[in-house]
């Protein structure tokens, strides 16, 4: 569905991402894990050319993304970020429906929609009308959730969605998007610096540090054979939590 092909970004003499070749495959949810500064985030912009590579290739579905095509292929992808990322001036309907506006969607099946997504991600019907300031945490992440879907992307990408969440509202997040992950069976790709989150949501996990992929696996490969000592350092670090 996704690929990179020895995808770099750099900074003048900083690097951010070292030459990078991944593949992500359809229906299937893959973390980025790795401590601040190792790269995560900017990988998840260079995917739908949020930032121009330095160097290299990035792949949609077989289609290399440039700068002539990035809106259309953005347009098939949904974008989560921390907090939901709404505009404080619009309800929750509003923020919801404002790319479906965009694309010329019919105000009544774009209605329909809605409906649809507050089932799908457990918001209250009764609350659309509020603006984000009116909502909790976990509500307006739900919001960022819905807008991303409204188009029925091919894939989601979710930059750190629950890292400004207290613990029970996030626990209880993650227990809904592994249900809808499961449900809709989307290429997910999200970014993490929890290595409980990363096993409990993702197929694979992508370690990163320094702007280089150290390992990929599961959290089994990870623990079992590191490829390199911060690994095993990265997850001796985050006990005592509970991995899934």
Known sequence: MISLR?????????????PTTLDFAEGR???????????KSTLLRLLVRLLTPSSGAVLFDGEQVTDTNAQAIR???????????????????????????????AHGE????????????????????RYPVELSGGQ???????????????????????????????ARL?????TLFVRLKQTVILVTHDLSEAAYLADEIVLMESGRV??????TDLRERPASP?????????????VF
Do not use: W
């Open 230 to 242: 911060y690994v095993s350092e990265f997850l001796q670090a985050q006990r005592p939590a509970e």
């Open 174 to 178: 993650q227990e809904d998007l592994k």
């Open 29 to 39: 949810t893959t973390a980025l894990l790795g401590a601040s500064g190792s790269g």
């Open 110 to 129: 774009a209605k329909s929609r809605l409906a649809e997504l507050c089932e799908l991600t457990r918001f209250p019907a009764d609350a659309v009308g």
């Open 214 to 219: 150290l390992q990929r696996g599961t959290l």
């Open 75 to 105: 347009r098939r992808v949904g974008y989560v970020i921390q907090d939901g990322g709404l505009f404080p001036h619009l309800t929750a309907a509003e923020n919801v429906m404002l790319m479906a506006r965009e694309v010329g969607v």
């Open 140 to 170: 307006r992440q739900r919001v960022g959730l819905m807008r991303a879907l409204m188009l029925k992307p091919a894939a989601l990408l979710l930059d750190e969605p629950l890292g400004a969440l207290d613990p029970l509202v996030r």
């Open 6 to 18: 020895e995808v770099s970004k750099t900074y003048g003499t900083v690097t951010a991402l070292h």
